[in-house]
């Protein structure tokens, strides 16, 4: 899950500190950080951007390999949510959320259903 966020943080090839302080707190919001460990998992993601050379887009294709279609339907739910969480989603997020539908194998109707529940949580 730290992937995702670190891919939606460097969808446009930067990651300022600001973005980095956002996604620790979205990650103290998550069940699976709820015990604050979430230095490792961020810097393993850290490690595999390196492997990609910092292409989130190329990056995304290690979320493959995600245990199970629940978690799969989570990691797009919060890749969602830190997209809308900076405003408009630009051209790059758009296209890393669209190569992260495909890889998590996430199907129209559910990408749909996401998309406008987690627009109306930040209309203005």
Request: hydrophobic share 45%; charged share 25%.
């Amino acid at each position: 899950l730290a992937l995702v966020m670190g891919c939606m943080a460097f969808a446009d090839g930067a990651m300022d500190q600001g973005e980095v302080a956002s996604i620790e707190a979205f990650a103290c919001t998550l069940p699976e950080f709820a015990n604050g460990c979430f230095a490792e998992p961020w810097n393993n993601s850290g490690k595999i951007f390196n492997k990609y050379e910092g292409n989130a887009k190329a990056a995304v294709q290690e979320l493959k390999n995600l245990s199970s279609q629940a978690l799969k339907k989570k990691a797009f739910i919060i890749a969602v949510d830190i997209a809308l969480d900076s405003g408009d989603v630009d051209k790059a997020e758009d296209e890393i959320l669209e190569e992260m539908r495909s890889v998590l194998q996430i199907d129209d109707v559910f990408a749909k259903q996401v998309t406008n529940v987690l627009a109306t949580k930040y209309a203005h």
